[in-house]
């Protein structure tokens, strides 16, 4: 039996084809994600339409203030009924679901979400904080510090401006996360926050902010649609280059 000859050039490189398969996904991916973050730097607007074109026009570039509200409504109505008076969560190692969902913005660090008044984004530099200052006139409060890392001195100072000295407070991504029971919170981080409110209650969060994203709303699902639409057309594209 003799090799394929692209068998043996694939060998001298220590390619296999499952090596060039991989490669050439990610390099549609890439120029296919370039178009879609650069669209995203340029400008944040309302998501809305349904799948079509998939140029980097036509993509969906940030959620609209009705969308904010909507979430922020459905969030508190579960706080009440848990008797949370504020949640505090932080950015996840795999993906900024929670964050993103009561922000809409991917740079965040931490949120700060209390039962009334404006949500608190924490933010590492001011480029990053700048970036989300047009959601400001929303209701959301974008912070940034010289805390270069420790973002316990911001989740501190924000829970004092809100006077949740004595409060019961939800925290996110504590523990029985979705194939995570024990969490992903800095022990450090959220030790350091406990000692600086001793009468405080901190409680679990996770599945109070994992329950209230799975009903999604028209906006949420015309972006779904639009994603599946360029997932579509860069696995067209795949399966053309892999011919």
């Known amino acids: 039996m003799h090799a394929h000859p692209s068998s043996h050039q694939e060998a001298k490189q220590g390619l296999s084809r499952r090596d060039l398969l991989q490669g050439a996904s990610a390099g549609i991916a890439a120029t296919l994600a370039a178009g879609v973050l650069s669209s995203c730097s340029q400008s944040q607007q309302p998501a809305s339409g349904t799948a079509g074109s998939g140029s980097p026009a036509s993509m969906p570039q940030g959620f609209s203030g009705e969308e ?13 009924q848990q008797g949370l008076d504020c949640l505090i969560t932080p950015r996840q190692a795999e993906n900024n679901a929670d964050i993103l969902y009561l922000t809409d913005s991917p740079m965040a660090g931490w949120a700060i979400f209390p039962l009334e008044g404006n949500v608190i984004a924490l933010f590492g530099s001011q480029r990053d904080r700048l970036f989300a200052a047009d959601k400001r006139a929303e209701g959301i409060d974008a912070r940034s510090g010289p805390w270069r890392g420790q973002w316990s001195a911001g989740v501190i100072e924000a829970l004092r401006d809100l006077d949740m000295g004595q409060a019961r407070i939800g925290v996110g991504n504590l523990s029985e996360v979705l194939r995570s029971a024990e969490g992903g ?59």
């Open 68 to 80: 904010l509200q909507r979430r922020w409504l459905l969030v508190r109505e579960r706080m009440r």
């Open 185 to 243: 919170v800095s022990y450090t981080t959220f030790d350091l926050i406990r000692k600086a409110f001793p009468r405080a209650r901190f409680d679990s969060a996770a599945g109070l902010l994992r329950r209230v994203k799975l009903v999604h709303s028209e906006e949420e699902i015309a972006v779904f649609e639009k994603v599946q639409a360029v997932s579509e057309a860069g696995l067209q594209a795949l399966m053309e280059v892999a011919r």
